[in-house]
């Protein structure tokens, strides 16, 4: 069946330019989340989505960074006035509940001139 | 005390080697305990559970020490396959982070 799919794969952009990250979760997964990973560094959480609870917002790491859950399903994650220190892989995953085995996206790649 | 604490190696062991990970946790209200494998460049993905009996698949044993508080993978007759990163992951329900905290991971290299 499908996995966990991200779009765009790969994205470059200029310091200050908003960016859109989307994640499409496996269907039936009511639990989301993204993280990120700089280069040879383990995964930074920073959302988190379940159901149609208040997401837990506590790993983002500046107001810049917003992210959204329309219908239960498809995820948007926006890093507003990008700076070069955004540059990294980020991953979003899913799962049937929390704590549930978390099945991860192929990621997106940004990198930020 | 990080939550979830890993030697980061890297592990550079040949072919054929026996190679062992452990992991540290620091909430003692842990559930459950997971391995992922994460390739060069790729997504994490589910390695393995931990069971509180211990549990092998194939060449892979994982152990749960409940009263230290760590975990450890083990890896026998080493493939140059299974180079990659292990994460150690623990789940402490109604915890942060969407309930699952990850390592930082180990790194292994396997050597022909």
């Known amino acids: 069946g499908a996995g966990v799919s991200q779009s765009p794969s790969n994205k470059v952009t200029e310091k200050g330019k908003d960016v859109e990250l989307r994640c499409d979760p496996i269907?039936?997964?009511?639990?989301l989340y993204w993280y990120r990973q700089s280069l040879g560094q383990g995964l930074e959480f920073l959302i988190y989505f379940q159901g149609n609870s208040a997401p837990d917002k506590s790993g983002l790491p500046s107001d810049r960074f917003s992210a959204e859950r329309t219908g239960g399903s498809v995820s948007t994650l926006t890093i507003q006035r990008t700076q070069q220190e955004d540059s990294a892989v980020y991953l979003c995953a899913s799962s049937r509940g929390p704590g549930g085995t978390r099945y991860f996206g192929p990621g997106t790649r940004l990198l930020v001139l | 005390r990080k939550e979830v604490e890993q030697d980061p190696g890297p592990f550079n062991v040949p072919e054929g080697a026996t190679v062992a990970f452990n992991c540290t946790y620091s909430n003692s209200a842990s559930q459950s305990f997971f391995w992922y494998r994460q390739d060069c460049r790729k997504e994490p993905k589910l390695l393995m559970s931990?069971?509180?009996s211990g549990n092998e698949d194939g060449r892979f044993t994982a152990q749960l020490n409940r009263a230290s508080q760590y975990i450890s993978l083990l890896i026998r007759d080493s493939k140059l396959s299974d180079s990659a990163t292990y994460l150690c992951v623990v789940n402490v329900y109604g915890g942060s982070q969407g309930n699952l905290i990850f390592g930082k991971g180990t790194k292994l290299s396997v050597k022909p």
């Open positions: 269907s039936g997964h009511t639990a």
């Open positions: 931990v069971y509180s």
